[in-house]
């Protein structure tokens, strides 16, 4: 499969910062990228998503950024709260192919 | 925005038996689905996709026989664990997708047990 990978398999935040987690994708050709939340025992929760033509899409608390450049993706959560411990994982699209994942980034939110 | 459901969210069984687990999209026609496996710790691993009427592809190293998938309609998919094994144990997770939309929504998760 596609490499997407994380750069920080851990990220510890104070309540209230801004939270910033990484990806690095492998494949050029990726056109879609999605953002998802996992709680424990849970299933993903979409977060927010971006298309190849975007730099950059802002949501609730949430912004993405994509450098295509460089094959980074990145999700910004603003003011960051305890609901906001979870994983985190990014993952690519192909031509509306299946979905490739990272291998996740746990957030922690320190109260 | 779009629902997805799973059933059972748990289920435990002893060893031999064979399990189904339901995905439904429950506010759109999910045209394709996704059967995703989930170890502790892990990222989700793709089992198999399903269009609606044909028969689901397989990801590689993944058994067909043992894991049986049928998507009948446009909101219902079935994954069945056949003579299920402890190694089998995991978090089983669907995915739908349907129209035009390439986003993927996510069903709750089912966690199997064998004993």
């Known amino acids: 499969g596609e490499s997407v990978g994380l750069h920080l398999p851990t990220l510890s935040v104070q309540e209230g910062d801004n939270s910033i987690i990484n990806c690095a994708y492998s494949?050029?050709?990726?056109?879609?990228f999605i953002w998802y939340k996992q709680e424990s025992g849970k299933g993903p929760q979409f977060i927010i998503d971006i298309r190849s033509n975007m730099d950059k899409r802002q949501g609730q608390r949430v912004t993405v950024l994509l450098n295509k450049t460089v094959k980074h993706l990145s999700l910004q959560i603003a003011a960051t709260q305890p609901g906001d411990s979870a994983v985190y994982f990014c993952a690519e699209n192909i031509a509306g192919n299946q979905f490739y994942f990272g291998t996740g980034t746990s957030l922690t939110v320190i109260p | 925005g779009a629902v997805v459901s799973q059933h059972p969210s748990w289920v435990i069984c002893k060893s031999g038996t064979s399990v189904k687990i339901e995905c439904r999209s429950l506010d759109f026609q999910a045209t394709t689905m996704f059967w995703y496996r989930q170890f502790p710790k892990q990222s989700l691993m793709l089992m198999a996709t399903?269009?609606?009427?044909?028969?689901?592809?397989?990801e590689q190293g993944v058994e067909k026989d043992k894991f049986l998938i049928n998507h009948a309609s446009l909101t219902l998919s079935t994954l069945t664990v056949t003579s299920a094994h402890p190694e089998d144990s995991s978090f089983y997770i669907c995915?739908?997708?349907?129209?035009?939309?390439?986003?993927?929504?996510f069903g709750p998760g089912t966690r199997l047990t064998v004993l």
């Open positions: 995915s739908a997708r349907g129209g035009s939309t390439d986003t993927q929504y």
């Open positions: 494949n050029s050709a990726s056109d879609y």
């Open positions: 399903s269009n609606e009427g044909s028969k689901a592809t397989y």
